[in-house]
């Protein structure tokens, strides 16, 4: 019998808040705590499915997610938005191209790539001889799509008053950074078996989800698995996993799964 191939195989490469944890300076009992899962590298996703591999986002942290999950491929990536925690890695592409030698899409909406021409255009420029920049294809989306016969759904998000992107592959859906999801996107995260939430800290952010809105947003969604991300150091592993509902789970970094 043919061996069943899984479809999609998705690691978490950091689910740190902007700060990351430990933070700087602080001293904190997640800070000091020697639980690995308290260390929390910038958020970010590693996926692959049908033969491409994705990155979302490209945060500050990238070359060490990518070195420590031996990650050598990417063939496309997927912003959210344009915070400097989840762009200002965009250099660290340079590697990729070079080991493919050759450009990699950016897949994100028209405010996210507006604001890469802006501040790293020089990456957007032809390849030199040495590939001594990154490559980069800025490609604006406002729908589903498909990358080389993936297909590719963002899902409209609000983050404070900036439009950001979630992202949908299958049954998989990655939504960090929001303050609300709009009424239209619901459709679009039905039947997930694997959802990844914005969960910054206990109390409600204005640009951001509490722990009890991401609670009531992971019930709402009605993932088969939420996994909570983009948490800060007031989130300590165990303690918010001893008060997560039946279905949602703490992220960390490396977590992964297949689907
Ligand atoms: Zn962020
Ligand atoms: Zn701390
Ligand atoms: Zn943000």
């Known amino acids: 019998m043919e061996a069943i191939l899984s479809q999609l195989d998705v690691t978490i490469l950091g689910c740190g808040s902007s700060s990351g944890t430990p933070a700087i300076g602080c001293r904190c009992a997640t800070c000091l705590s020697d639980e690995p899962r308290n260390r929390r590298t910038r958020a970010s996703a590693y996926v692959k499915a049908g033969g491409q591999a994705f ?54 909406n028209a405010f996210t790539l507006d604001n890469i021409r802006e501040r790293f255009g020089y990456a957007l420029l032809p390849p030199s001889r040495n590939w001594d920049k990154p490559v980069l294809l800025p490609e604006t989306v406002s ?37 609300d999801i709009p009424e239209d996107s619901l459709p679009l995260l039905s039947g997930l078996k694997l959802l990844f939430l914005d969960c910054l800290n206990h109390d409600p952010y204005p640009s951001h989800l509490g722990v009890n809105q991401s609670f009531d947003w992971a019930r709402r969604i009605g993932a088969e698995r939420t996994v909570l991300i983009h948490m800060t150091h007031k989130l300590e592993y165990r303690a918010l996993g001893a008060v997560c509902p039946p279905g949602v789970e703490v992220g960390y970094d490396g977590w992964r799964a297949c689907l």
């Open 55 to 108: 990155l979302i986002d490209t945060g500050p942290d990238l070359r060490q997610q990518a070195l420590r999950e031996g990650i050598v491929q990417v063939d496309a990536v997927l912003y959210t938005h344009p915070h400097a925690d989840h762009l200002n890695g965009i250099d660290d592409l340079r590697a990729f191209c070079y080991v493919k030698q050759g450009p990699i899409p950016l897949y994100g």
């Open 143 to 179: 729908g589903p799509f498909r990358h080389q016969g993936v297909a590719l759904t963002p899902i409209p998000l609000r983050h404070g008053s900036w439009p950001c992107l979630g992202w949908r592959i299958g049954d998989m859906a990655w939504l960090t950074d929001l303050s």
